[in-house]
């Protein structure tokens, strides 16, 4: 079974500049979450799909983000425009629906420089 | 909010010496306590979970108990490997019912560096 797959896995681009990060969760997981781990500080929740629907954003930092999961398989994240403060590895996630303890496996994570 | 702290690092050991990496949480309820390691290069794996006090999770020789009395989910293993250099997270995740029980939320991390 495939795990969760990001890409890119690397991207540089500049401030001002949009950039999106794509992650394909594991095959029938509904849940799927985005984290994002700045400056290497704790990994921060940014927000949580189920299918399609986002169920939780509480995480988003501001409106330059703008995350979609159409068709409750992939979702992409998108930064428009980037700011410096963005730069950090991006971790996509995502569980079979269930219990509370359900595992979120989680995908190498994408790397983000803003210049 | 919740929150967790993890013992700052880096951490490093010899070959076969004893590990302790400290983690303390604070949140509401029962959380579900989570370790989660990220070797070089790769993503997040789950090390090992506990979802009730006193729950003793254990994966590939490390250990960590859940305490409530003391808030802590210390991560213990009796004889590293230099294969067990990486970066460690402790996490927790609220109990469901909450509006945000599906999220994890993470220590800052910890570097382990483990020479031969």
């Known amino acids: 079974e495939a795990g969760v797959t990001q890409f890119p896995s690397h991207s540089v681009i500049e401030k001002g500049q949009t950039v999106t990060l794509r992650c394909d969760p594991i095959s029938g997981h509904d849940n799927l979450y985005w984290y994002r781990r700045v400056m290497g500080k704790e990994i921060k929740f940014l927000l949580h799909f189920v299918k399609e629907s986002k169920q939780d954003e509480s995480g988003m930092p501001n409106n330059r983000f703008l995350a979609e999961r159409t068709g409750g398989t992939y979702s992409t994240l998108k930064v428009q425009p980037a700011e410096l403060e963005d730069s950090g590895v991006y971790f996509c996630?995502?569980?079979?629906?269930?219990?509370?303890?359900?595992?979120?496996?989680f995908g190498p994570g994408t790397r983000l420089t803003v210049l | 909010g919740d929150s967790v702290t993890q013992m700052e690092g880096p951490v490093t050991l010899s070959e076969e010496a004893f590990l302790t990496i400290n983690c303390t949480y604070t949140?509401?309820?029962?959380?579900?306590l989570f370790w989660y390691v990220q070797y070089p290069g790769e993503g997040l794996q789950l090390l090992l979970k506990?979802?009730?006090?006193?729950d003793k999770g254990s994966n590939k020789g490390f250990e960590a108990t859940y305490r409530k009395e003391t808030t802590s989910f210390h991560l213990e293993k009796g004889s590293v490997q230099v294969s067990d250099s990486a970066v460690y997270f402790c996490?927790?995740?609220?109990?469901?019912?909450?509006?945000?029980?599906?999220?994890?939320?993470f220590g800052q991390g910890t570097i382990l560096t483990v020479h031969p």
């Open positions: 996630a995502s569980s079979h629906p269930g219990t509370s303890t359900d595992t979120q496996y």
């Open positions: 949140a509401t309820g029962y959380p579900s």
């Open positions: 996490a927790l995740k609220r109990a469901l019912g909450g509006t945000s029980y599906g999220k994890l939320t």
């Open positions: 506990a979802t009730k006090a006193d």
